[in-house]
């Protein structure tokens, strides 16, 4: 199962920096809209009936085009996230009806690689992070700035670096943890 899950993995971070290199994004943040556009996706930030949703997915009609709904009330950094992670099941996943994600499946550590039973959610979250904080990019703006001896300049790292690509500190922690470097 963990071979299945790694080439999974490994087709969501492969997809998202086609992606990127179509764009030819070379630096942060990743302006995640305009991708979307770009891709003939609309999308739409309402107010869901649960602070529990962060996002949906939906095909208007049979052949029209997709639409992203998105939290309103959460946080802009969440909302970028949510975007990505729905582009991420657009582009690897079939959508032909609708797809919602809630919280309770919004971010995952390294160890739900090999753990989770949803397997497009956690492949949905690494082409998320891989979109808006491209692994080249941040592996460059970490280079000499991790001490692990001093934790007041590791967090100012973390919270300098979520602020440069807009994504919120909890991802930019979950995404640096994941690379190897």
Known sequence: MADFINEKVKLA???AEKILSKHKITKAPVNIEKIAESMGIDVAKIKF???EISGAIKMRGKEGRPV???NQDHCAERQRFTIAHEIGHFVLHSIDNLHV???SVYFRDSNALHTTTNVKEVQANQFAAELLMPRDMVIAD???KFK???KDEDVKTVAGLAKKY???QQAMMIRIGGLVI
């Open 68 to 70: 992203i709904a998105v």
């Open 13 to 15: 971070v492969e997809s």
């Open 49 to 51: 009936s649960t602070d």
């Open 142 to 144: 970490l280079r000499g």
């Open 148 to 150: 692990l001896i001093n």
């Open 101 to 103: 994600d809630s919280n």
């Open 166 to 168: 807009n994504v919120s």
